[in-house]
């Protein structure tokens, strides 16, 4: 669900704005306490705008987006307005002193679950009010405690199938099971979100039932990007049933679903503090195209395998091809072509480079995806202008300081004769090249580079491949120029 009003600052009409706010609230099912308390907040919150976002006089435009998606109900109020101080916008929420008590009162009571402010560049600043639909968590429900002493079940058939609605729990538990509290994928424990996601066709999950219907695996095809692929993640094989091949018989299932899709391929995040993972995906044809530089963070734990993690959690990208690729036209700075190349050679897929060109478009367009759990975010750009490169650093600042981002991915169109000169210039203010996503855009693959809090050593990175060692020490040393050139 997504609607949007656009609104006048100089008089609006707060009733009529409420009313709107109440029956959409209506609709998703909150209780009558939360409507009220929301529709109250959103009038006082639209009153402050108009009083405060423009100078006395002039005219100017206030935005009301409301969003429904996977359990996550999200108002946002946006104006192009005065600029202000995010950071100290974003302080005063939990600190004091504010125009709006009745921000921190939503919290307090319950009527909100996160509130954050967000500076949108030339196009100003946003309030977000969230509230999460699905609040009962697996953690607080499962009546069994995370073990991996448990014996081996008996040797039996496996039915390895597409989920069914009625065993979001069971997933739920599952997750819980392997991982403790500590999965990155806060959507995981609550069952009646993983339920939204299966039925709104963001997620599609092949578990591996045992012979007595329980689930004793789980991988899901999960569909984050703009272009034809979708991400294989979600992976879990309980400690009871591994070493009987469940992780390969759901990725061959999950193979055969997006076929049928008709998606470009597939990519997997192989995590290397084991090698399981990075067998699993070599075993069925997929190729390096980079690497996720502390991408999780070092409190997760991998039941029965790796508790007691050194650094953040690295990653090895692995993509599989659904199609025959074709050749692509790209356009990368000098000082990557050659790993470009042996990436795309190791893809099985020709390329031609480009002659490198600035882009004449005043101003670019991104998007910011943002895991608060696992410390983590990633600015996907649509098209370059000539602020993207400001408007990068912006978004970083913020992030880091704001929200406590510790790995920060930046995605850069390959198909733009602009994107060398923005790479080298991001490159001097700390992000490092990591490698490829084909198919990352809708029309094209993209370069991934990488910014880094605290620096990685390489003897935790546990690597199945020559060619993923060849790729961490690229981009380790990466790390290390951009780091010692600023």
């Known amino acids: 669900m997504e609607m949007e009003l656009r609104l006048s600052n100089d008089a609006p009409l707060i009733p009529s704005i409420q009313a709107f706010v109440r029956s959409t609230l209506n609709e998703v099912g909150l209780s009558e306490t939360t409507v009220a308390g929301l529709e109250q907040l959103v009038g006082e919150v639209i009153t402050h705008t108009v009083k405060h976002a423009y100078p006395h006089g002039e005219d100017g435009a206030i935005m009301l987006k409301v969003t429904e998606s996977n359990g996550k109900f999200e108002i946002t109020i946006s104006d192009d307005g005065v600029p202000q101080d995010i950071k100290k916008l974003e302080a005063q929420l939990t600190q004091g002193p504010i125009d709006l008590p009745g921000l921190r009162n939503a919290i307090n009571t319950g009527i909100l679950d996160e509130m954050h ?193 050194a650094q953040r959690v690295s990653c090895v990208i692995y993509f599989h091809w659904v199609t025959e690729p074709a050749e692509r036209r790209i356009f990368v700075t000098d000082r990557h072509q050659q790993i470009v190349s042996e990436i795309y050679q190791n893809l099985g897929c020709p390329v031609q480079f480009g002659t490198a060109a600035p882009t004449n478009q005043a101003h670019g367009t991104l998007s910011i995806k943002v895991n608060p759990r696992a410390h983590f975010a990633a600015i996907h750009v649509e098209t370059l202008g000539q602020d993207t490169v400001q408007n990068i650093r912006r978004a970083a600042r913020e992030l880091v300081e704001l929200s406590h981002v510790e790995a920060l991915v930046v995605e850069l169109p390959l198909a733009n004769p602009g994107t060398p000169q923005v790479c080298e210039a991001l490159e001097q203010h700390g992000f490092g090249f990591t490698g490829i996503g084909p198919h990352f855009m809708a029309a094209c693959d993209v370069i991934k580079l990488e910014y880094l809090v605290e620096p990685l050593e390489k003897e935790p990175i546990k690597l199945f491949e020559p060619f993923a060692d060849r790729l961490v020490d690229y981009a380790l040393n990466e790390q290390k120029r951009v780091r010692e050139s600023m």
């Open 117 to 309: 402010w967000s500076a949108l560049g030339p196009n100003g600043k946003a309030l977000h009010l969230i509230k999460w639909l699905h609040e009962e968590s697996v953690r607080d429900t499962s009546s069994f405690d995370v073990s991996t002493d448990e014996p081996l079940a008996p040797e039996q058939e496996y039915d390895v199938r597409k989920s069914r609605s009625e065993e979001a729990l069971q997933i739920s538990q599952l997750i819980y099971r392997i991982y403790g509290n500590t999965y990155f994928n806060e959507d995981l424990y609550y069952p009646d979100r993983v339920a939204a996601q299966h039925a709104n066709g963001k997620v599609l999950s092949i578990v591996a039932a045992d012979a007595e219907g329980y689930l004793a695996g789980h991988c899901a095809l999960e569909f984050n990007d703009a272009g034809p692929v979708a991400e294989v993640g979600q992976a879990a094989v309980d400690p009871r049933h591994r070493g009987r091949g469940l992780l390969n018989k759901m990725k061959d299932a999950l193979d055969k679903e997006a076929q049928a899709i008709g998606l470009a391929g597939w990519y997997a995040d192989s995590v290397t503090v084991h090698i399981y993972t990075q067998k699993s995906n070599a075993h069925h044809g997929g190729h390096i195209c980079g690497v996720g530089l502390g991408v999780s963070p070092k409190n997760e734990s991998f039941g029965g395998i790796a508790e007691q993690l």
